[in-house]
């Protein structure tokens, strides 16, 4: 059973740091890409920033240049450092990766549960 669990969120102000924590465990043969999604209250959920394998990034723009995505292979993990958070910043944040349980099986998406991030002073 593949599980991703994330870690991290909480209250910051505007203008603080914190830093998001995806773990992936279970049966797993590979990981392709992995990535963070925000779903703001009553609004669709959308992507913040995505990794491949390689270490290829992207980035929604809102977030350029402020968010930082890294992972971790060895750990099957992937993380997302958010500088100079703005109240629009304010969400449920969830992990995503597309992987491969067993070598016979195609590579799909999993989903984390989500954690919640919420700046405000």
């Known amino acids: 059973q593949v599980q991703l669990v994330e870690s991290g969120g909480g209250l910051v102000q505007p203008g603080g740091s914190l830093m998001l924590s995806c773990a992936a465990s279970?049966?797993?043969?590979?990981?392709?890409?992995m990535g963070w999604y925000l779903q703001a209250q009553g609004k669709e959920r959308e992507l913040v920033a995505g990794?491949?394998?390689?270490?290829?990034?992207n980035y929604a723009d809102s977030v350029k240049g402020r968010f930082t995505i890294s992972r971790d292979n060895a750990k099957k993990t992937v993380y997302l450092q958010m500088n100079r958070v703005e109240p629009e910043d304010t969400a449920v944040y969830y992990c995503?990766?597309?992987?491969?349980?067993?070598?016979?099986?195609?590579?799909?998406?999993?989903w984390g549960k989500g954690t919640l991030v919420t700046v405000s002073s």
């Open positions: 995503n990766a597309e992987i491969r349980p067993t070598w016979r099986e195609r590579g799909r998406d999993y």
């Open positions: 279970g049966s797993i043969f590979s990981i392709n890409g």
């Open positions: 990794t491949t394998r390689s270490g290829t990034t």
